[in-house]
């Protein structure tokens, strides 16, 4: 049967759901649309054999993303340094539905970083739960397993991913001052301010790909990460020669936490996602491989933007 001018309305009017979910499945906007395009195709190959439209299309998406998952981790394998996900900027449709903390939360750049620990299965329930609400019935059915299996791994899912987050992040309005206190004890020059805001275990990560000098091993404790991202912000010709010229920093919000932006003439250079809790910043999770910054460009570039609070470099 050939797709008809309805069939392509119902198509493009979950593609957003689609996307979303996706997305957070395979952590880069990128794979999330290669596999809603595989979707398409199959949908139009089947089309006269769907009875219930919306649950196919989540099934087979589903499915298509835990055999993509499957062979992403023996990518990841050979991956050069530290794997990050790809970080979405502030309005990215992308991100999906955040009416719910259940949502929001699955969606942080943290949550999606700690989501790594999770089997395929064990992550499509989380992503299908908690962030798009279906029932376990339902989902027990797109994975073909049971409901006891499927609550299962939710439970284990949830643990795993609250064992990486002891501590419980503020809200945006409390974290941009905090933000802006990081960014100009960064800029001092000076170790002690930047230690007096981190959390006395705090980390801090970065992704290069292979394409941009990043260090392959975590740095962890306030002092070792304070004197890196002290160096980190320090001015010098290689850094401008790296990136293209000198770094308009902004702070922004990416996936619904805060994050500072590096631009260089229109062109997403880095992000760098911050996780504030009460205790003060525990993490810094700073995505730098160019791949993963393409979608960050463009959004850069449709959106607005006041003054850059610093230029770095």
């Excluded at 395979?26 to 596999?35: C, I, M, P, R």
């Excluded at 500072?260 to 062109?267: E, K, Q, S």
């Excluded at 809790?277 to 460009?297: C, H, M, V, W, Y």
Aim: aromatic content about 6%; charged content about 25%; glycine content about 6%.
């Amino acid at each position: 049967m050939a797709l008809t001018q309805t069939h392509m309305d119902r198509f493009e009017a979950s593609m957003p759901r689609l996307e979303a979910i996706a997305y957070r499945l395979l952590g880069s906007s990128g794979d999330a649309e290669d596999a809603v395009q595989d979707t398409f195709l199959r949908w139009q190959a089947d089309i006269d054999r769907i009875e219930v439209p919306e649950a196919w299309l989540t099934k087979v998406l589903t499915n298509v993303c835990l055999n993509q998952l499957t062979s992403a981790r023996a990518r990841r394998e050979s991956y050069v340094g530290q794997w990050l996900p790809e970080p979405l900027l502030a309005g990215d449709p992308m991100l999906g539905p955040a009416d719910t903390a259940e949502q929001r939360e699955s969606v942080s750049y943290a949550v999606l970083a700690l989501m790594e620990r999770l089997s395929p299965n064990e992550r499509a329930v989380y992503v299908l739960r908690e962030a798009f609400d279906y029932p376990h019935r339902r989902i027990a059915e797109m994975l073909d397993i049971t409901e006891a299996s499927c609550q299962q791994l939710l439970h284990r899912a949830k643990k795993h991913i609250a064992e990486g987050r002891a501590r419980t992040e503020i809200d945006a309005e409390a974290a941009r001052p905090v933000v802006e206190e990081f960014l100009a004890a960064a800029t001092s020059g000076r170790t002690e301010p930047l230690v007096r805001l981190l959390t006395s275990d705090a980390v801090a990560i970065g992704d290069g790909g292979g394409k941009v000098p990043a260090r392959t091993k975590a740095f962890e404790g306030a002092v070792a990460v304070a004197k890196f991202m002290r160096g980190l912000f320090k001015p010098g010709k290689a850094k401008r020669d790296l990136v293209g010229g000198s770094a308009e920093i902004h702070a922004t919000t990416a996936n619904g936490s805060p994050a500072l932006v590096a631009v260089v003439d229109g062109r997403v250079v880095g992000i760098l996602c911050l996780e504030i809790t009460a205790e003060g910043i525990a993490a810094f999770r700073s995505q730098a491989n160019p791949d993963k910054l393409e979608r960050a460009t463009r959004r850069w570039a449709a959106a607005e933007h006041g003054e850059p609070l610093f230029h770095a470099f």
